[in-house]
């Protein structure tokens, strides 16, 4: 979310902390502006202060006590996604324990950070991420494009050739794939580097409300509308408007959208008089845009609009060789823990585990995968924290199926690799030592794997 007023090409990202102890707010402010010059920072002490200085303004990045005197931090969280928006936070709090950070961690946040003067650096340390890149589900347009792969490649060179352009872009993938990291690294490459980054996910907005989100209203417009507010293409303005689900805009909007896309163009909810916008468009979703188009659930002529340019972003499944370094890239972002001790990358039999998993929950998955064993690992080391994250993946998920497999690809890939594992068990007169040798694992990998393929218990 941008600040709203323009966002010239030297305007400062904005960080607002919410605390309601209001000299460690101006400590933290003064010792982020030191670590930090690029940025500009303000202080709210409670929720109320909070929401209206976000309405008002707009912001950047959040810095949220937990505990605030007229509700939770989460609140403010639930506040921004009921309006579609999406804004980078770190939860404060006086509780460090590990049960706190996994919370907070489920809840979203980029960081947690235990508040004291000491928490300064950290806290930086976050701010510093997030204004270059980072998002709110704890991964970035950075870390997405971690990779040897000929898949991440071909993204990197899209990436390059989009920012390239003015031109609209379509963000094609699944769920968790990195749409929205993929969209800052274009427009982070791109002339308008220098302006806002707005993200709104279009699923999210209440339909009775979205024309207003998207292109603001004047006072008087409708009933609660007590003055005038600028819409999230304002907020945009020199900047990117990325609108993911967009499949979820209802089709009256979408002609709105269409004199948007093409004629730079948007009308305020109740006025007459049309203002000019200098954003642009990048669109992303779930569904098959084309498919709908023909279909007639959505605008054909919007979407030869927004189909300009067109970057797939791969399912992790396809790129699976990419594990090590996103493994190692997402670790390299946390702190150490005292209790872990070091940080120990997965073993090899682990790996191999990992890659026999289809993560249809992709990059985001593969995040809360990391979080779950570093939670564990706080108190029982890396070792059993690995084996814990791997075990609670699910028994019914989706397995990649294997080369031997491909003459039976109309069947699930979980019983291809089920029909594989025992094949390769009965080849051996189902001695698991000696499976296990072919395989390249340990027994223990081989035992989970038989397990999730339903094989245990059989000769």
């Known amino acids: ?88 936070f770190v939860l404060l709090t006086a509780d460090g324990s590990a049960r706190a950070a996994v919370r907070a961690l489920q809840a979203g946040a980029v960081d947690y950070v235990e508040k004291g003067v000491s928490a300064f650096d950290r806290v930086a340390g976050a701010v510093r991420r997030i204004v270059g890149g980072k998002s709110a589900d704890g991964c970035t347009g950075a870390s997405l494009l971690v990779g040897a792969s000929e898949a991440i490649r071909t993204v990197r060179h899209e990436v390059e050739r989009c920012a390239r352009s003015s031109a609209s872009v379509r963000i094609e993938g699944e769920t968790g794939v990195g749409k929205e990291l993929v969209a800052r690294a274009v427009h982070a490459s791109s002339p308008r580097s220098a302006g806002p980054f707005v993200a709104v996910n279009c699923g999210a907005l209440p339909e009775a409300l979205a024309e207003a989100e998207l292109f603001g209203h004047v006072r008087g417009a409708y009933t609660g509308a007590d003055g005038d507010r600028a819409g999230l293409v304002a907020h945009a303005t020199r900047g990117t408007l990325m609108l993911d689900e967009v499949e979820d805009l209802p089709l009256s909007i979408q002609g709105k959208l ?69 493994i190692e890239h997402l670790l390299a972002r946390r702190p150490v823990h005292r209790e872990a001790g070091a940080v120990a990358a997965p073993l090899s039999d682990e790996l191999a585990e990992m890659r026999c998993y289809a993560w249809p929950g992709n990059v985001r998955e593969l995040h809360n995968f990391v979080e779950r064993a570093a939670a564990v690992a706080e108190v029982a080391g890396w070792r059993a924290g690995w ?14 199926p294997t080369p031997v497999a491909a003459s039976v690809a109309e069947d699930s890939a979980h019983e291809v690799a089920r029909r594989d594992l025992e094949r390769l068990l009965a080849r051996h007169r189902w001695r698991r030592e000696a499976a296990a040798r072919e395989l390249g694992i340990s027994r223990v990998t081989l035992w989970r794997r038989m397990r999730r393929c339903g094989l245990i218990g059989a000769p």
């Open 1 to 88: 979310m941008a600040a709203a007023g323009g966002g010239g090409s030297r305007r400062k990202p904005r960080v607002l902390v919410v605390e309601d102890d209001l000299e460690y707010s101006r400590l933290l402010v003064e010792g982020l502006r030191r670590r930090v010059p690029e940025i500009g920072g303000d202080v709210a002490p409670s929720l109320a202060a909070a929401t209206a200085k976000i309405e008002g303004v707009g912001f950047d990045v959040l810095l949220l006590d937990l505990v605030l005197p007229d509700g939770s931090a989460l609140e403010v969280v639930r506040w921004l996604r009921r309006r579609g928006l999406e804004v980078p």
């Open 258 to 326: 269409l004199r948007l896309v093409q004629d730079g163009e948007y009308r305020p909810v109740g006025t007459a008089r049309v203002r000019s916008a200098d954003v642009r468009i990048f669109a992303a979703g779930n569904r098959d845009l084309e498919s709908m188009a023909e279909a007639g659930s959505f605008r054909r002529d919007l979407f030869y609009r927004l189909d300009v340019l067109r970057i797939r972003v791969p399912p992790l499944r396809e790129r699976l060789s990419d594990l090590p370094l996103l």
């Open 387 to 400: 084996a814990s994250a791997l075990a609670q993946l699910p028994s019914r998920a989706v397995w990649v």
